[in-house]
């Protein structure tokens, strides 16, 4: 039976403020959990006008500190920008304050340009393999092995499923190698989908953590109750992307009629691939693209994620998304 979950960026809308921003994503957690969400994650950015989600763990408080049960945590925390130790004392504090709800996810990523990366590492001078070693020495601070000649605290017993998230083979292959659960981020990134799944279940190898291999896929969904009105609304993260992609990130934009026809066709080609695995419509049309994508991947979870400009269609578009997956249960 496939689990659904909520991706949210925190969006940051022209005319609106951070302070607004951060508002809307303890309503929107409180929502999804009403809606039966399994779990809702906040994804670490820097430097990004339209993202208020750079403060990760602090973001992931305030939205447990608004929830009671949905599973909040982090889709991802990009490692490489900080110490081991210091993740192991934020994610073990947020254990101590919400026992059993708490998930870190690891990327490997940035989350900014070059210049950002420098500006929080001071140096981009790192070790390539460092990645997979930062990853297990977080590991033996939750464990509280002995093994670093540290105790983290908090952080020494703490409670919290660790994921690796990734757009490629590596991460595939580092989850399958320590029998974590897998996150592949097929809404921005769906080329390598398949292959890194594939790849995954061949190669898993069972952990004190996971029996069996468990993946889930990023999936956008602008729903609406007419496909008219989704397409318009999915028009603001459209801008969006086109805007990141050719170097210059905004705040998320209201919604243009007829967005993506004017576009030249060389970027419409570079948006429909980047939002290939997406979902734009009425109900039905939702549900249909939501049964094709968990046909097709077989994954046990799906990572439903939009940008929409309006706080109330946005609420509305999961809602929508949350009947489908609900009606997929039913028929499985």
């Known amino acids: 039976m496939t689990r659904f979950s909520l991706l949210d960026l925190v969006p940051v809308t022209e005319g609106g403020t951070v302070a607004g ?16 969400y399994n779990r809702y994650w906040v994804a670490e950015h820097h430097g990004m006008a339209g993202i ?12 447990a500190a608004a929830t009671r049960t949905i599973r909040v945590g982090a889709g991802g925390i990009m490692l490489p920008n900080h110490a081991p130790l210091v993740i192991a004392e934020q994610f073990g504090t947020l254990e101590a304050l919400f026992p059993g709800r708490i998930d870190l996810g690891f990327g490997r990523a940035p989350g900014s340009d070059q210049k950002v990366a420098r500006a929080m590492r001071r140096t981009l001078e790192t070790d390539p393999n460092a990645f997979p070693q930062d990853v297990l020495e977080v590991m033996s601070y939750f464990a509280n092995d002995g093994r670093t000649g540290i105790q983290a605290t908090p952080g020494a017993g703490a409670n919290v499923p660790i994921w690796i998230l990734g757009s490629s083979m590596f991460g595939a292959q580092l989850a399958a190698m320590l029998g974590l659960p897998y996150a592949f981020a097929s809404h921005f990134a769906p080329d390598a989908l398949d292959q890194a799944l594939a790849l995954y279940r061949r190669d898993f190898r069972p952990s004190a953590q996971l029996d069996k ?4 896929a990023g999936f956008n969904v602008f729903a609406a109750d007419t496909d008219e009105e989704a397409q318009l609304l999915a028009s603001s993260q459209q801008q969006a992307f086109v805007a990141l992609r050719t170097g210059n990130p905004r705040q998320l934009p209201p919604p243009v009629p007829g967005y993506r026809d004017s576009l030249p066709p060389s970027h419409a ?9 997406s979902a734009t419509g009425s109900p039905s049309t939702v549900a249909r693209g939501l049964s094709d994508f968990v ?4 994954v046990d979870e799906v990572m439903v994620t939009s940008a929409i ?4 269609a946005r609420k509305r578009s999961i809602a929508i998304a949350a009947e489908a997956m609900a009606e997929l249960k039913l028929a499985a």
Request: aromatic content about 4%; hydrophobic content about 55%; overall charge negative.
């Open 309 to 312: 400009y309006d706080h109330q």
């Open 52 to 63: 208020a989600s750079a403060a990760t763990a602090v973001v992931i408080a305030h939205v």
């Open 269 to 277: 080609q570079i948006l429909d691939h980047v939002l290939s695995c």
């Open 295 to 298: 046909r097709r991947t077989g």
């Open 21 to 36: 921003a951060l508002a809307n994503a303890a309503d929107l957690a409180a929502h999804a959990e009403a809606l039966g």
């Open 213 to 216: 291999p468990y993946a889930m």
